[in-house]
């Protein structure tokens, strides 16, 4: 049976037959106890259109073709990518650190794919998240690779797939909105131009929360071509069907070839994996599935889009919820197989997040559902209002939600009234009513982040929610500033569309304008770490993350400083036969010109480090970085043994703690002869590798330290560890 034509998106489409011909009318006289032979000569009279169809048809597919207008498509790709342009030539900041520089099997280039197949995100920070986001690292190895410690190439690449992700949603909104250019564009610009945007594209570890939102759109993209295609196979299309499938397809091929070559570590897991992925690429629905996978390789919170298929199919191809919802299967099989493929990977689906007042206040206050309502308030004035942005809300920035809380209250009404016209907006399938479901659905996970684990405040935890608040925004302002359409009878209606749309582009301009603006400053604050940090100082001073990270960075300038000093020291000392006198005058005077910067960077640093104590008593992160201090750059032995000790009673799984005491305790048996500090070295050197087997400071240590005295200490009396 052929396929049904199905009417354009907000169109109340009435069948055909529904209304009788006239010729029906003519005859619809004659009795219905027609004779049997009268009937045979005349069929042609029997009243057949006027009788409904009982029998629903086979397919409501194809829906109508839609074209895409290709200028507003390739404007905001390009300004996706020109936005981000003051990026190029960054340093690595905040978890670029982490996600690259530390990263053992980032660093290994090509070599390192098997192992970020099979390891958390977080497998080299001491923490068990269960986050599997490999897809990210395995981009930051081929980089590493070809490119080596190359954080220009990593900003431009970033700014490159931000591009492409207005490439992608400026085609698949002018899908879902037929004859609606410039709605489609506005709706587009707001999602490019938001400065909340700022943190994914200009911080290099965003590229999971960029991939997943870019493999999200191009699922909906594919299954939109299967929802308007004669033919299931893109290459049985239209020419414009082929660059799009066979690029993708391409691309999923290569993909199928690393990933099953890397999870099987053979030739043959290569080949199955091209075949799987050369077989799904033929397709529409299989380029989908292939989509929706590469979004889980981003970012497991991708699951969320499952909602997101059968939605656009009910709004805007107006199918109805039981052809929508029934359409999910295959995309619900890979979605099983992706969280069969975690488990087996990295042995857990949800981790181990650990107790901490810094990141995970509000389950230890036990104020999680609170909070999680005053947060919506928080995100919603974002999304209007993009000003001040903080790249830090750890505690205690946003103080707990409470039933006494006026926030608490206004995010909880708030939810209620806008579930509710969300319910609304879904019986009438309004523009406004699908803004507010895409909200709600790419919300969930940064909310259940608060709501399940208690977790804080992020804006990247908003980047794909911006589009649900573009199309209530856009819908809202056309409303008010756009007089007539295309169907109206009114005078306006005649007016070409840009003199109708006027009122409209003007205000989007100054609007795309200042949010351009906005993210062009805010990516200033993205060059380096001190940058950053400082930044976000006189918006978050009660952030106990913020004031560490700028002690932080003045110990890395006063750690500058040493070595700096050390180096004139020693180049003093090679002069041969000797030095002057004028040459070690000289010399000294830089030596204590030196030596003083870093005493006052020190000093900076301690008192950062004492107000992140002050807003977090049990920060054990904060009493390393003074204990490093004073083991590094103004130094005092007994200070430094006491801060580490402090670490580990704050948090006694943190590795460095241990390690550095080993550091010091190996130091003073040196110096002194002492055998039980060596072995008291030997013990915290053990115990660094107990409580993260992966730390390879205190691996390397450890080795040393028995190869040169043969000692190996796993167990101390505590009258040996408290003696010193």
């Known amino acids: 049976m052929a396929k049904k034509k199905q009417p354009t998106a907000y169109e109340n489409p009435r069948s055909a037959s529904s209304k009788p011909a006239q010729t029906t009318a003519t005859n619809s006289t004659r009795p219905s106890s027609t004779r049997v032979n009268e009937t045979a000569q005349r069929p042609v009279t029997r009243p057949t259109t006027t009788k409904p169809t009982t029998t629903?048809?086979?397919?409501?597919?194809?829906?109508?073709?839609?074209?895409?207008?290709?200028?507003?498509?390739?404007?905001?790709?390009?300004?996706?990518?020109?936005?981000?342009?003051?990026?190029?030539?960054?340093?690595?900041?905040?978890?670029?650190?982490?996600?690259?520089?530390?990263?053992?099997?980032?660093?290994?280039?090509?070599?390192g794919i098997p192992d970020l197949l099979r390891t958390e995100f977080w497998h080299f920070s001491n923490i068990s998240l269960g986050y599997y986001r490999p897809l990210s690292l395995i981009t930051f190895a081929m980089e590493q690779e070809y490119f080596k410690d190359n954080p220009n190439i990593s900003h431009m690449i970033n700014a490159g797939l931000y591009a492409l992700t207005g490439l992608s949603i400026g085609a698949l909104l002018q899908k879902w909105l037929p004859g609606q250019t410039i709605t489609a564009f506005l709706i587009g610009l707001v999602f490019i131009a938001?400065?909340?945007?700022?943190?994914?594209?200009?911080?290099?570890?965003g590229r999971d929360e960029i991939l997943s939102f870019l493999f999200i759109s191009l699922m909906l993209l594919s299954y939109w071509k299967h929802l308007e295609s004669a033919s299931s196979f893109w290459y049985k299309g239209a020419v414009g069907d082929w660059a799009f499938g066979g690029l993708f397809g391409l691309f999923a091929i290569v993909g199928g070839w690393v990933i099953g070559s890397s999870l099987t570590g053979s030739t043959f897991g290569g080949i199955v994996g091209v075949l799987i992925m050369g077989s799904l690429s033929a397709s529409w629905v299989g380029l989908a599935c292939v989509s929706l996978y590469f979004a889980f390789l981003s970012k497991e919170s991708s699951i969320v889009s499952l909602a997101l298929i059968p939605a656009m199919q009910y709004w805007f191809a107006r199918r109805n919820v039981w052809q929508s919802l029934i359409s999910l299967w295959p995309f619900l099989i890979v979605a099983a197989l992706f969280f069969f493929q975690k488990q087996k990977m990295i042995g857990t689906l949800s981790g181990t997040p650990p107790v901490d007042w810094a990141n995970y206040p509000y389950k230890i206050l036990q104020t999680e559902k609170s909070t999680t309502f005053k947060f919506l308030m928080y995100y919603i004035r974002l999304l209007i209002l993009p000003h001040p942005l903080v790249y830090d809300y750890s505690y205690n920035v946003i103080p707990s939600g409470s039933k006494g809380d006026l926030l608490t209250w206004a995010g909880f009404l708030s939810l209620i009234a806008l579930?509710?016209?969300?319910?609304?907006?879904?019986?009438?399938?309004?523009?406004?009513?699908?803004?507010?479901?895409?909200?709600?659905?790419?919300?969930?996970?940064?909310?259940?982040f608060i709501w399940m684990r208690g977790g804080i405040f992020a804006e990247r935890f908003a980047y794909a929610a911006v589009m649900g608040f573009a199309f209530i925004l856009i819908w809202a302002l056309q409303k008010l500033l756009v007089r007539g359409d295309a169907n109206a009878s009114d005078e306006s209606a005649t007016k070409p569309a840009l003199v109708r749309y006027a009122p409209l582009l003007g205000l989007?301009?100054?609007?795309?304008?200042?949010?351009?603006?906005?993210?062009?400053?805010?990516?200033?604050?993205?060059?380096?770490?001190?940058i950053l940090f400082n930044s976000a100082l006189p918006y978050a001073p009660?952030?106990?993350?913020v004031q560490r990270h700028v002690a932080n960075e003045w110990i890395e300038k006063g750690l500058k400083d040493r070595a700096k000093a050390d180096s004139i020291a020693n180049a003093t000392n090679a002069i041969k036969p000797k030095p002057t006198p004028e040459q070690i005058k000289k010399a000294q005077a830089l030596i204590d010109t030196n030596i003083a910067h870093a005493n006052v960077h020190g000093r900076w640093a301690l008192d950062h480090l004492q107000e992140s104590t002050r807003i977090y008593p049990n920060f054990g992160e904060a009493y390393f970085s003074m204990a490093y201090v004073f083991q590094k750059i103004t130094p005092n032995v007994d200070s430094a043994k006491y801060y580490y000790k402090q670490t580990i009673r704050a948090a006694n799984a943190y590795a460095p703690a241990y390690n550095n005491l080993g550091v010091i305790y190996q130091g003073e048996a040196q110096a002194q002869n002492n055998r039980q500090k060596l072995e008291l070295a030997s013990y915290y050197y053990n115990r660094s590798m107990v409580v993260n087997p992966a730390y390879v400071d205190g691996q390397n240590n450890r080795a040393n330290l028995l190869k040169a005295y043969g000692i190996d200490v796993k167990v101390l009396p505590d009258s040996i560890i408290n003696k010193y």
Not at 79 to 92: A, D, E, M, R, S
Not at 542 to 545: E, F, G, I, L
């Open 542 to 545: 009660n952030s106990c993350q």
């Open 56 to 111: 629903p048809p086979s397919s409501d597919l194809p829906i109508e073709k839609r074209p895409v207008v290709w200028w507003p498509v390739a404007a905001l790709a390009l300004l996706g990518f020109v936005l981000y342009i003051n990026t190029f030539g960054h340093q690595y900041a905040l978890d670029d650190i982490a996600a690259v520089g530390q990263n053992l099997f980032v660093k290994k280039g090509l070599a």
């Open 508 to 530: 989007m301009a100054v609007v795309a304008g200042l949010y351009s603006f906005k993210t062009v400053e805010r990516n200033r604050d993205w060059e380096n770490n001190f």
């Open 194 to 205: 938001h400065p909340i945007h700022t943190e994914i594209v200009a911080n290099i570890k």
């Open 419 to 448: 579930a509710w016209l969300g319910w609304k907006g879904f019986m009438k399938r309004t523009l406004w009513g699908f803004g507010i479901f895409w909200f709600f659905v790419t919300m969930a996970p940064g909310l259940g």
